[in-house]
T-cell receptor, first 119, second 111 residues
Framework: GAGVSQSPRYKVAKRGQDVALRCDPISGHVSLFWYQQALGQGPEFLTYFQNEAQLDKSGLPSDRFFAERPEGSVSTLKIQRTQQEDSAVYLC?????????????????FGEGSRLTVL | QKEVEQNSGPLSVPEGAIASLNCTYSDRGSQSFFWYRQYSGKSPELIMFIYSNGDKEDGRFTAQLNKASQYVSLLIRDSQPSDSATYLCAVNNFGNEKLTFGTGTRLTIIP
């Protein structure tokens, strides 16, 4: 596709359920990011992949959060035993630049996001 | 202190006037600076980036950077109702492989 595709767009989970959110980046994009955006806030960094390598996972809030990008294209963000505080929009973004390209590496293309509501 | 700070607004500007959005950052090693626009319920989209001190113009938008003051701004000339959105400032910190966002400023253009 022409843009970053995320699914599902909306997910309602009961507290304690596991969820998986999928991101299909723009074809050929090297860098892939996951961000969490709470209502009225800016996106908060979760994790970064360069191709299949997860180079930074410092933003993952707990060990209940896990992300993978096994073949360097599609990525999945998994949240185990969901809690109410996990309710947010999860944004995936990709870039044709690797993050060592300091100047240009902020040109991110975002998907529409997956809105997670935990009851 | 947050790494990237913005006034959350709302900022109301009459149609046709200049809207001025401001952002400060804490890391002196920051290399490049980005402005993203986010319409309500939509994802952020890049509108401008700047990495050298001074002004950078693109159509009705001008980004201004002052590294000594750790200050970035975005000016929107001839504001249109379609400019009503939240504007997110983002900073690429040297040594960190991530883009750090501010909380955003909500801008409303009044017809």
């Amino acid at each position: 596709g022409a843009g970053v595709s995320q699914s599902p767009r909306y997910k309602v989970a009961k507290r304690g359920q596991d969820v998986a959110l999928r991101c299909d980046p723009i074809s050929g994009h090297v860098s892939l990011f996951w961000y969490q955006q709470a209502l009225g806030q800016g996106p908060e960094f979760l994790t970064y992949f360069q191709n299949e390598a997860q180079l930074d996972k410092s933003g993952l809030p707990s060990d209940r959060f896990f992300a993978e990008r096994p073949e360097g294209s599609v990525s999945t963000l998994k949240i185990q035993r969901t809690q109410q505080e996990d309710s947010a929009v999860y944004l995936c973004a990709s870039s044709s630049y690797a993050m060592w390209d300091r100047v240009l590496a902020g040109e991110l293309f975002f998907g529409e996001g997956s809105r997670l509501t935990v009851l | 202190q947050k790494e990237v700070e913005q006034n959350s607004g709302p900022l109301s500007v009459p149609e046709g006037a200049i809207a001025s959005l401001n952002c400060t950052y804490s890391d002196r090693g920051s290399q490049s600076f980005f402005w993203y626009r986010q319409y309500s319920g939509k994802s952020p989209e890049l509108i401008m980036f700047i990495y050298s001190n001074g002004d950078k113009e693109d159509g009705r938008f001008t980004a201004q950077l002052n590294k000594a003051s750790q200050y970035v701004s975005l000016l929107i000339r001839d504001s249109q109702p379609s400019d009503s959105a939240t504007y997110l400032c983002a900073v690429n910190n040297f040594g960190n492989e991530k883009l750090t966002f501010g909380t955003g400023t909500r801008l409303t253009i009044i017809p």
